[in-house]
Nanobody
Framework: QVELVESGGGLVQAGGSLRLSCAASGRTFSRYVMAWFRQAPGKEREFVASISRSGGTTYLTDSVKGRFTISRDNAKNTVYLQMNSLKPEDTAVYYC??????????????????WGRGTQVSVSS
C-alpha cells in the first residue's frame, strides 16, 4: 500500500499561482507513475497531468498546457503541480494518484491504484 497526502491548495485570485505537493509513503516511490486529477462541483473527475517514473516524460491535458507543470523529486517521495495563470474554471478538488504500471490510457482514473484525499483549489474572478 502507498499513502498519498496532498497539500498546497487554497484560495487565489485569477491570474495567481499555487504549487501543490503530494507526499508519498514507502521506499518505492520511483516505481510509480504519478498523476494529478481534479473534480469540480457537478463534474466528473478529469485528468490533469502525469509524470513518468524517472520524471523524464510528462503529459498535460489541453486546458492547462502552458500554465501548469508537473514534476517529481524521487529523493523526497514527492510530486508537484505548479499552477500559474489560474482561472476560475480551475476551481476543483485536486487529487494525487499513483500507478504501479499504466497498461492502457494514462488519463483514465482506473489506471491508478492509490489516491490521496484531495486538496481544494479555489480561484476567484
Amino acid at each position: 500500500q502507498v499513502e498519498l497526502v496532498e497539500s498546497g491548495g487554497g484560495l487565489v485570485q485569477a491570474g495567481g499561482s499555487l504549487r501543490l505537493s503530494c507526499a508519498a509513503s514507502g521506499r518505492t516511490f520511483s516505481r510509480y507513475v504519478m498523476a494529478w486529477f481534479r473534480q469540480a462541483p457537478g463534474k466528473e473527475r478529469e485528468f490533469v497531468a502525469s509524470i513518468s517514473r524517472s520524471g523524464g516524460t510528462t503529459y498535460l491535458t489541453d486546458s492547462v498546457k502552458g500554465r501548469f507543470t508537473i514534476s517529481r523529486d524521487n529523493a523526497k517521495n514527492t510530486v508537484y503541480l505548479q499552477m500559474n495563470s489560474l482561472k476560475p474554471e480551475d476551481t476543483a478538488v485536486y487529487y494525487c494518484a499513483a500507478s504501479a504500471g499504466v497498461a492502457g490510457n494514462r488519463g483514465r482514473f482506473t489506471e491508478y491504484d492509490y489516491w490521496g484525499r484531495g486538496t481544494q483549489v479555489s480561484v476567484s474572478s
